[in-house]
């Protein structure tokens, strides 16, 4: 399986923050979800990924290759928080536009999703709901035949049924086991529905990328007394709150293990929400 991102030992230093040595990595026929609080680095590993800016330090490879090459950069898809159209546009026009400056751009896979979309192509954007405006830059990515999506918060702020459209046409893209996307979102719930990997990027460094399935079949929260979490061998605890009245909850792995050690102790599922606000209390401690 080749990768369609990797990172290595990316770095990217700017006055109070730091990028610290990245190592990232896009599979092909994958979603990797990108997660990590407001300021985390989400956004600026997704612009040194996309050459959009440069690294202090470290390597990035994009389709196996320099980013900085165009061979690279036409086989990528890219949507962003918010449209990046000029309002006045319409999808007429932003269609004979992309025909003229990219070499792949397919006009009529443009039209066919516009219409699937339910786009008016004469409607000027600025006219358009915030979920439309989503889906025009989304039919503007695919119409040029990507190997890769890169999506930065694209479903943020949408509503659920048009969140869920566009999840849907995500696992449809990487039905080709050649495609991948990168997502980033602070909507967790969308990321446990579509992605097969999760990658936690916390005050500038990379914490973990791993599986979702064994990462969430793996952790779980443990609500006991502090005194029984004070029995867990330390490697087991990622993270604990301890409360008042004798109720603690702890953050901890191998399950099997804990269940083993804390028989009367109340295991619950943990979301990827609670496993980030865990690693951020952990952090403030």
Known sequence: MNNLIETI???????????????LTVPEGTIVGLIGENGAGKTTTIKAILNVIHPDAG???LMGMDPQRQAARQQVGVVFEDSYFYGGLNGAQIDRIMAGIHPQWDSQKFRRDLR????????????????MRMKISL???????????VLDEATSGLDPVVRGEMLDLFLEFIQD????ILLSSHITGDLERVADQ????????LLFQRDKDQLLQETAIVRCSGTQLDRLPRDLVVARQDGGLGGSA?????????RRLLPNAVIDRVTIDEMMQFYAGRESK
């Open 9 to 23: 030992g990316l770095c990217k230093r700017y006055r109070g923050f730091t990028l610290d040595h990245i190592d």
């Open 59 to 61: 390597t990035v490879r």
């Open 116 to 131: 699937r979309f339910d786009l008016d192509p004469k409607k000027p954007v600025k006219d358009f709901s915030r979920g």
């Open 139 to 149: 039919a503007t990515a695919l119409a040029s035949h990507p190997r890769l999506l």
């Open 177 to 180: 086991e050649g495609c991948g």
């Open 198 to 205: 999760i990658a936690y990027i916390h005050r500038g460094k």
């Open 250 to 258: 702890a953050l901890v792995r191998d399950v099997t293990q804990v």
